[in-house]
């Protein structure tokens, strides 16, 4: 059974860091694919970064250069680094595993996945 957790989440100001953690059971990357998705109030979901097996990894260009996702196998650990957050990245944000392909994950509204986190809240105030 894949069990996705997420922590890592709060408010900061504008300009400020936050790290998202998701620690996984269940999943193994090897062959496949995770990511992180956001969702803000009242919009579709969408994805945010991700990474396969391979460790390719691709960004939505609105978070391009500011954040990065990593993956720490001894600690079944998906991370989440965002920097210089801004007020419009303020959503809740998921991990999810099993995905059908990096750039699809980024390129997609409501990017398809077979396993989801309960998500955590992230809040930037200007």
């Known amino acids: 059974q894949v069990q996705l957790v997420e922590s890592g989440g709060g408010s900061v100001q504008s300009g400020g860091s936050l790290r998202l953690s998701c620690k996984i059971s269940?999943?193994?990357?090897?062959?496949?694919?995770m990511g992180w998705v956001r969702q803000r109030l009242g919009d579709e979901r969408e994805g945010v970064a991700a990474i396969d097996g391979g460790g390719i990894v691709s960004y939505a260009e609105s978070v391009k250069g500011r954040f990065t996702i990593s993956l720490d196998n001894a600690e079944n650990t998906l991370y989440l680094q965002m920097n210089d957050l801004k007020p419009e990245d303020t959503a809740m944000y998921y991990c999810?595993?099993?995905?059908?392909?990096?750039?699809?994950?980024?390129?997609?509204?409501?990017?398809?996945?077979?396993?989801w986190g309960q998500g955590t809240q992230v809040t930037v105030s200007s």
């Open positions: 269940g999943y193994t990357l090897e062959t496949g694919c």
């Open positions: 999810a595993a099993n995905c059908a392909g990096t750039w699809i994950v980024v390129a997609a509204i409501n990017p398809v996945f077979n396993y």
